[in-house]
């Protein structure tokens, strides 16, 4: 049996796309993350997401985005020392959002960073 591994997520218009890879060779084959949410009837977006060296923050379609994972330098928007999604009780809607008060275009977690760009083309960064 072929291992597979992601080679880089695609987002789409209705769905975010993982290709991933068997090997040398091998053709790409694509799996439907369905992450894509429904706003109205008419209406989808593709949040997004990215992860760091050990944090994850997904843009949530709008001036929100939630961050989780080690927050050590302050790379979840939540302050310094901070953890998230490592005890019980501590993501969903118990999670806190970061607002922007704008709608988010771009979004990258880094080492122990995280920046924002927001649709006024002004970029945030933390951590």
Same mark, same amino acid.
């Given at each position: !049996?072929?291992?597979?591994?992601?080679?880089?997520?695609?987002?789409? %218009?209705?769905?975010?796309?993982?290709?991933?890879?068997?090997?040398?060779? !091998?053709?790409?084959?694509? #799996?439907?993350?369905?992450? *894509?949410?429904?706003?109205?009837? %008419? $209406?989808?977006? *593709?949040?997004?997401?990215?992860?760091?060296?050990?944090? *994850?923050?997904?843009?949530?379609? +709008?001036?929100? #985005?939630?961050?989780?994972? %080690?927050? *050590?330098? /302050?790379?979840?928007?939540? /302050? &310094?020392?901070?953890?998230?999604? @490592? =005890? #019980? /009780?501590?993501?969903? %809607?118990?999670?806190? &959002?970061? @607002? &922007?008060? $704008? =709608?988010?275009?771009?979004? +990258?977690? /880094?080492?122990?960073?995280?920046?924002?760009?927001?649709? $006024?083309?002004?970029?945030?960064?933390?951590?």
């Amino acid at each position: !049996a072929s291992r597979w591994q992601a080679v880089l997520m695609l987002p789409g %218009d209705y769905r975010v796309c993982l290709p991933v890879s068997g090997g040398p060779g !091998a053709r790409l084959q694509y #799996v439907d993350l369905g992450l *894509t949410v429904r706003v109205s009837n %008419d $209406t989808y977006y *593709t949040p997004l997401l990215s992860a760091g060296y050990q944090h *994850t923050c997904m843009g949530l379609g +709008s001036s929100k #985005v939630k961050c989780w994972g %080690d927050g *050590t330098h /302050g790379q979840l928007g939540l /302050g &310094f020392g901070s953890k998230r999604g @490592d =005890n #019980v /009780g501590e993501m969903g %809607d118990a999670l806190p &959002f970061l @607002d &922007f008060g $704008t =709608n988010a275009l771009e979004l +990258s977690a /880094g080492s122990r960073y995280t920046c924002i760009l927001l649709s $006024t083309h002004r970029i945030k960064c933390w951590g």
